[in-house]
């Protein structure tokens, strides 16, 4: 069972930068991910970025690719996601997540969720 408490969001000019931060507590997925998802108002909630926890390896979307960066800090147990270059289309509430996976882009797969924060880029 993990607890998942997200911080970063706000509101910023296309063009901008935005860093998210999602810590965790209680039992983690060591051999597992963290995920990185987003969801706008009437639409699915669609996959933005992966993060191994024991090899640090990434996988993005390609919407994102180029311009977003996730990260951990293992010893922290919180996991990052750095938006850069933000458009008015990455407006949405984003949510980090668990999974017991080592991949995964569908949110079926993820076990435990943040909160969610809300991100929205103006033009």
């Known amino acids: 069972q993990v607890q998942l408490v997200e911080s970063g969001g706000g509101l910023v000019q296309a063009g901008g930068s935005l860093r998210l931060s999602c810590a965790a507590s209680?039992?983690?997925?060591?051999?597992?991910?963290m995920g990185w998802f987003r969801q706008a108002p009437g639409q699915e909630r669609d996959f933005v970025a992966g993060?191994?926890?024991?090899?640090?390896?990434?996988y993005y979307a390609d919407s994102v690719k180029g311009r977003f960066t996730t990260s951990r800090d293992n010893a922290k147990n919180t996991v990052y996601l750095q938006m850069s270059s933000l458009k008015p289309e990455d407006t949405a509430v984003y949510y980090c997540?668990?999974?017991?996976?080592?991949?995964?882009?569908?949110?079926?797969?993820?076990?435990?969720w943040g909160q969610g924060a809300q991100v929205t880029v103006s033009s």
């Open positions: 997540a668990a999974s017991s996976r080592s991949y995964s882009r569908r949110p079926e797969d993820f076990d435990s």
């Open positions: 993060i191994r926890w024991n090899s640090g390896y990434t």
């Open positions: 209680g039992r983690t997925f060591s051999g597992g991910a």
